[in-house]
């Protein structure tokens, strides 16, 4: 995701959010987000053997659906501002160009087929109590996830994410990217503990240069299942206006990893 189709995808829930602080008046509603913490580290499982790679139908088969999910909205057309093709994301240093396509969505490499779908968590209803500053932050705490499912041909799919590790490693200081014409600035990247559900993965926080000086966190996870490697890219709305940190919505990244096997 670029920074304008972040700032849009703020804007969109903060009119949601002032809607719900119009109307509240008792405790809080329900909440979407299931995220659980993660530790610190590297989580990678050993490689299995090459698998055959899915078709577009079947991956379409496995892609996250509205009935797979308890909370928020799935899209299965992505909106033409997350639908970036691989030519329009760039990156100032070749050795982070994996990083900058993970976070925009788009998937590594050539794969044989791919498949794109965007989840967004529910607003929560804030406390009646709540200062209007709080109350709005409260409000704006919702994940908006782009996933891509991308399946390759031979071992592609092991090189794919082994190059997302070695491009973590490489652009742990910092890069900046080009997505979709507008320049994106990266500060740093740090590892995660995968969660569990692939063969292999890897979790990564992207802390991006947002809006009035903000250090804004960008949560990447990749999972390698067979020769289909599911990318998530997670950013939070409230994150993107104060710069605290937030856990990718692992209840949905289960749930796409469940649907592929």
């Known amino acids: 995701m670029s920074v304008t189709t972040v700032r849009r995808s703020v804007l969109a829930a903060s009119a949601a959010a002032l809607a719900l602080l ?84 788009v998937a590594q490499g050539e794969p044989a087929a791919t498949v794109k779908r965007s989840w967004l968590g529910a607003p929560k209803k804030p ?67 995968a969660p569990q559900g692939g063969d292999e993965g890897v979790a990564l926080t992207l802390t991006m240069a947002a809006d009035e000086g903000v250090q804004a966190p960008v949560k990447v996870t990749a999972l390698r299942k067979g020769a289909t490697l599911a990318t998530f890219s997670t950013v939070n709305m409230a994150a993107m206006a104060s710069g605290k940190n937030y856990q990718a919505p692992s209840d949905i990244i289960a749930a796409q990893m469940a649907k592929l096997g």
């Not at 090459?50 to 496995?62: D, G, P, Q, Y």
């Not at 299965?76 to 993970?102: Q, S």
């Not at 071992?155 to 080009?178: D, I, R």
């Open 127 to 193: 406390a009646a109590d709540s200062k209007p500053e709080d109350a709005l932050l409260a409000a704006l705490d919702v994940n908006k996830t782009l996933i891509g499912l991308a399946s390759y041909d031979g071992g592609a799919a092991e090189a794919a994410l082994k190059g997302l590790n070695t491009a973590a490693q490489k652009c742990a200081g910092g890069f900046t990217a080009t997505i979709g014409g507008e320049k994106t600035k990266f500060l740093k990247v740090a590892t995660d503990a």
């Open 22 to 105: 119009a109307t509240a008046c008792g405790g809080s509603g329900d909440t979407d987000k299931a995220a659980e913490g993660k530790g610190e580290g590297s989580s990678t499982a050993a490689a299995a053997p090459a698998a055959k790679a899915l078709t577009a139908a079947e991956l379409e088969k496995a892609a996250l659906a509205q009935s797979d999910v308890k909370s928020g909205k799935v899209t299965a057309k992505v909106p033409a501002g997350d639908d970036i093709a691989a030519d329009k994301v760039t990156a100032d240093d070749a050795a982070c160009l994996p990083l900058a396509r993970a976070q925009a969505g």
